[in-house]
């Protein structure tokens, strides 16, 4: 790998993100002639649970630098990433940073990697929720606000991205990477059986294929902060569970809530098995003999419609609103009523059927990295890419 070549500079930080960053990175990794790929990881997540074993299964390569952040309040964690990344942007000085999603690592390195004029990719752009009291659509405004090249998973993320003023002809509609991951691993899920061992837990009843359980996930600050919200959720689930068996996997956000706010009993249900989180591909094989998913994650609504399985969304809205449109999603928010009314139609009626959206096709990061190639790499000079990039945008007015 030669040091001339122009350098993306990818970024991960938590979860969600890696399985965003694995295609992309591998397809990256196919033109070592004309690109150096580096790999930062923040350091946002950094456990086995959260971090090690998505790198492993997802056949991610160690980062070339972990900045070890941790975690914080937001505007601490903001700040370190923010702190440490700069160092790396002056070792490394890539062509380009390529940032995915919408977690607290991507505004900070974008923030750094724009007032150093190095042009910003940004993967999944243009979702909004239209929600600013979620810390992940004040990331999402502004990362696509100071990104030169966006590439959006639906089509509905133009429209988001025209209303605020960024130019068309930055944005480019690709599908989605997060489906790139599920198509190439879905085989390798891990069976529930082994699931079961790996986490010495034995299932409290028998599981009917396609129809035995349902998959909760829970971590948004809106559900688990408060108190009162969080126990409403649960007594619903424990209701629930009556119709069908649950299988609960807690993040840490979400089991330090239960242990505080001693909602512990909550779940102590012959109908509820409680699980760590679990590495991806224990996710795709409880996913795969799920017959609903109950989520407040982004990924999942998405994972889920991907897969024709009816999904509950516990949040008010959704920015991602072609699950709803033409895929297997709900938005029924944290009302007990509503909830429960969703559960028994899914089991009496299978739940909506949907379809696979436009691109969803797992070739989603072959796409971005051609164009990657073609305005990034491709014309003349690497050290010349920002400017040329940068004086394009003027020249449009976009900047
Ligand atoms: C973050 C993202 C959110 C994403 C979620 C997925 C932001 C603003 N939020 O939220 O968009 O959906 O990740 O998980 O960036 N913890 C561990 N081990 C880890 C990481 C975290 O135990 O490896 C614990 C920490 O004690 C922390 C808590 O989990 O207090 C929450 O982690 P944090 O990254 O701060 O936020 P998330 O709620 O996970």
């Given amino acids: 790998m030669s040091k001339d070549l122009p350098t993306v500079l990818c970024v991960v930080g938590a979860r969600p993100n890696f399985m965003k960053i694995a295609p992309i990175y591998a397809c990256l990794l196919k033109y070592p002639e004309v690109i150096r790929a580096y790999l930062v990881h923040t350091g946002q997540h950094y456990d086995e649970t959260m971090k090690d074993a998505f790198f492993r299964q997802l056949g991610i390569p160690e980062p070339n630098i972990d900045l070890e952040v941790g975690s914080g309040r937001h505007a601490v964690q903001t700040a370190q990433i923010m702190l440490k990344f700069e160092p790396v942007l002056d070792a490394v000085n890539p062509c380009c940073v390529l940032v995915v999603g919408d977690v607290n690592s991507t505004i900070a390195c974008s923030l750094v990697a724009v007032k150093k004029q190095i042009p910003i990719i940004h993967v999944e752009a243009g979702l909004r929720s239209h929600d600013r009291t979620m810390p992940e659509e004040i990331n999402r405004i502004l990362t696509d606000q100071l990104s030169d090249l ?27 990477v997060m489906i790139d991951s599920l198509l190439t691993n879905l085989e390798r ?4 059986a082994d699931i079961l061992k790996n986490h010495q837990a034995e299932m409290p009843w028998t599981i009917e294929p396609g129809k035995g359980y349902a998959v909760l996930t829970l971590h948004r600050p809106s559900n688990v902060d408060d108190t009162r919200v969080f126990e409403k959720i649960l007594r619903t689930v424990r209701d629930v569970s009556c119709q069908i068996p649950v299988i609960f996997t807690v993040h840490p956000r979400t089991r330090k809530m239960i242990d505080q706010a001693g909602l512990g009993d909550l779940l102590n249900h012959s109908r509820i098995l409680c699980l760590p989180p679990v590495p991806y591909l224990e996710m795709l094989g409880l996913l795969k003999d799920a017959c609903m998913v109950l989520t407040d994650s982004g990924g999942l609504q998405e994972e889920t419609t991907a897969l024709g399985i009816p999904c509950i969304t516990l949040r008010e809205n959704t920015e991602r609103p072609i699950t709803i449109d033409q895929g297997t999603n709900t938005v029924v928010g944290s009302d007990p009523e509503k909830i429960r009314r969703c559960v028994t139609e899914i089991l009496e009626s299978g739940g909506k059927a949907g379809q696979i959206p ?4 797992g070739r989603s990061a072959e796409r971005i990295v051609e164009i990657i190639k073609r305005v990034i790499i491709d014309p003349l000079c690497a050290s010349h890419v920002g400017r040329d990039i940068r004086n394009h945008n003027r020249a449009c007015g976009n900047l």
């Fill in 150 to 176: 966006l590439f959006t998973t639906e089509e509905s993320a133009l429209q988001n991205l025209l209303a605020e003023g960024i130019a068309a002809d930055k944005v480019h509609f690709v599908g989605n």
């Fill in 189 to 192: 899920a891990i069976p529930v």
């Fill in 358 to 361: 436009r691109l969803w096709d």
